[in-house]
């Protein structure tokens, strides 16, 4: 049962391991928070690396798709420029070649056959050679008949003549060849061969020709330039066909149809160009093709592509561009190979060197958790004692408004910390400063709220010491102006370093002109206050009301309805006055002078209260003897009669003198009101058996009126209090007992009336039901009993009762 009814302690952790626990745990969030942000870091670096890796690849294979694409254009244009050369030397190298023969068989057989038989053999042996793929061959004939003995090309043109044969400009053809045979003996002829079988059309072509005198033959060769084109293609696809640069690279080219003329796999070439699709099943070929026929934009083509077969893909960048003169696209194709395996490198080398930092971070790791656990276990020992030099810090810091010296630091970097602690102990300081004056300017006017007994002069002295003191000033005055505003008089003068508190002998109490120049009559003309922080500014006005010259002053002018009531002025601070001390000052001082305006308005309301009071007791007195000595004589006189009646009616008409008995108790009931009511309102029983007899007869009247039962304790010495008071304290216990009797509905009131020394003590306490705060505000007994009180300078208190009910306390110094 113990165990169960005592509280379960619940363990508290030690401050010697706190540091310890602490250190770990902060260990561990370090290290998994570095840990995350150094993997992230790594991480990050990885991908930037990468990334700069494929950027700068992405350039150089950019760069070298390029430039081989520039190179075979280049190409390309070069021997364009160089066809017609070419074409013109291998004719003449043909030409030659064939006049060799000629001349070779003629020497050789020129005594064995005659001439027509030697033609016949040269031009047989001339007619199957052909040379570029069959586009090339020979043809002669007689220079001097015209006849054509050989045309390779066409033998059905062989026997003709030559002049049959017009060129496409309407020229005759032979004048022409013959011209350049007889002029040069050889030449170039550039010629426009019209062809009936394709409408007309007009071929243009070139001719080498040279004269063979043994046979007087020319022998030629001819080539059309279609055929040239044709063989300047041929050769270029043969030499695209075989270009191979890099790592694998490669050109391709293919029409603007699509169809493919050139592919290292021979196999591709006569598809189209839409047919090529990637591992990834990306069509990388329509991509090339509409890159091509785009006039602007990126020409670059990335695709992924098997590398030799194997099922490893690898990344390929193109770049396309179009060759309209021959309706041509051109493609400089070549494997990213060389980055990826760069990237693969980079990822090993970060991969090995993450794992090396990682067991690294693990030792460095290890060997900082046992440092700074064996450097946290160490200085959990010493927590007592630095807590008992942190305490011993903070408590110099905050009496002694310790600040930090320049030279005490060891680091430069720390000197601006400094200056900022030093400003943050300053700003205290001053706040400090204005707390203080705000605390000494409440506790000032809360004094001067207590001083209700004190003589106005000395609350004059009082807060001018305490503006003095708030200001931090050497001396300090108060005068107060009349109600015309032409004069001031001083009032209060302090002197700190003489001890002067009060106007001295020295000082001039005469009222004095505000027109004199000195700065009171200023304030008050001017209605402002001033700030003099400098002796010149000091010496443009008289010292007064001081008695030397001052280096500091400030004056202030109070006004209330528009109207300078006082001026107050300080001098000589330790350092410049400035707005925050006129609003002390002006706060103070208004605040005296609402003290004093109050003061002088309860003392009017009071003798106010004690006149009304004293007009109401003798009109209650005035009431009470009229009640007593008239209506009451009356009625005893009409009491007398009617007993005299009445024994007189008990012998002649019993019946008519029972109703006159009737009438008697009426009229002595009347007779005991009449005198009640005369006692209450003058209680002249007071003055003839004292106080405590009253209150004994006022306890059994109110017995008598109400069901309660009533208790009186009193000191016999309570006799000894004045007539006029006396009768006050009467009044109040009447008043406090027929409110109980009437309100609270008591079954027992008790009253207790005690003397200490000069002092009243009185208590009405009851059992009633009490009473409401709100309802204790409005009745007008309650105010009237407070104003009693006052008069006779007690103080009353209603309170709830210690049992319940009412209290009514009456304490004050009515003895003298």
Known sequence: MKGKDMPATRRRPSLSYAPFRASLLVILALAFFIGIFWIINEYQTYRESIANIRHTYRELYQARVREEMDNMLGFIVHRRSQADMRVENELREKVRTAYTIASHIYRMYREEKNTPELRAMVAEILRPIRWNNGRGSYFAGRLEEGTIDLFADNPFLEGLKIGRLPDGQGRSLPPEIIRILRDKGAGIYRYRFMKEDVGDRSF????????????DWYIGAAVSNEAMEHLLQEDILSTIQDIRFDEDGFILCFRFDGTIISHPEKKFIGRSITDLVGSQGTPYGRAMLEAALK????????????????????QRLS??????????ILATDMSMASMEKAITEETRTYVTISFKNVFIFIGLFAVAVLFLLGLAYYHSSKIKHGISLFTDFFRKAADNQVKIRDQDLAFAEFEDLARLA????????????????????????????????????????????????????????????????THATLCSRVTIHTGQFGLGPDDNAAPRSVEEGDLIGTCVLKKKPFILNTTAQTNRFPAYPYSRPVRRRLDVPISNDSRVVLVAGVCDSSRDYDNSDIRQMTMLLEG????????????????????????????????????????????SGVELLSKVLQQKLEKEVPAEAEQLGAIRELIREAIEKTRRLSRGLYPVHIREYGLKAAIEELVVELEQLFPVRCSLSIDPQVEEVATNQASHVYYIIREAMFNAARHGRPEKIEIIVRREHLHLSVRIIDNGKGFAEK????????????YRAKAIGASLNIEPGPTGGTMVTLEGKVFK
């Not at 006039?295 to 690898?314: D, F, L, V």
Request: charged share 25%; glycine share 8%; with cysteine.
């Open 319 to 328: 770049y396309v561009q179009a060759y309209p003169d021959w309706n041509w």
């Open 422 to 485: 030093n400003t943050m102990v300053d700003d205290r300081i001053q706040k400090e400063r204005i707390l203080r004056r705000d605390e000494l300017r409440l506790d000032t006017l809360l004094q001067l709220g207590m001083m209700e007994g004190h003589d106005i002069r000395d609350k004059y002295d009082f807060v001018l010491h305490r503006i003095v003191q708030i200001t931090g000033s050497a001396s300090g005055y108060i005068a107060l102006v009349n109600n015309t505003q």
């Open 592 to 635: 005296m002078w609402l003290h004093v305006l109050k003061i002088c308005s309860e003392k009017e309301r009071a003798i106010l209260e004690r006149q009304v009071i004293a007009i109401s007791e003798e009109e209650r007195s005035r009431i009470g003897r009229d009640l007593h000595d008239d209506l009451g004589s009356h009625l």
């Open 775 to 786: 309802d204790s505000k409005k009745g007008m007994g309650l105010h009237t009993m407070q």
């Open 204 to 215: 243009p072509g070139i001719l080498f020709v040279k004269y063979f005198a043994p046979f």
């Open 295 to 314: 006039p602007e934009g990126e020409h670059y083509i990335h695709y992924q592509m098997n590398q030799g077969g194997s099922r490893k893909s690898g």
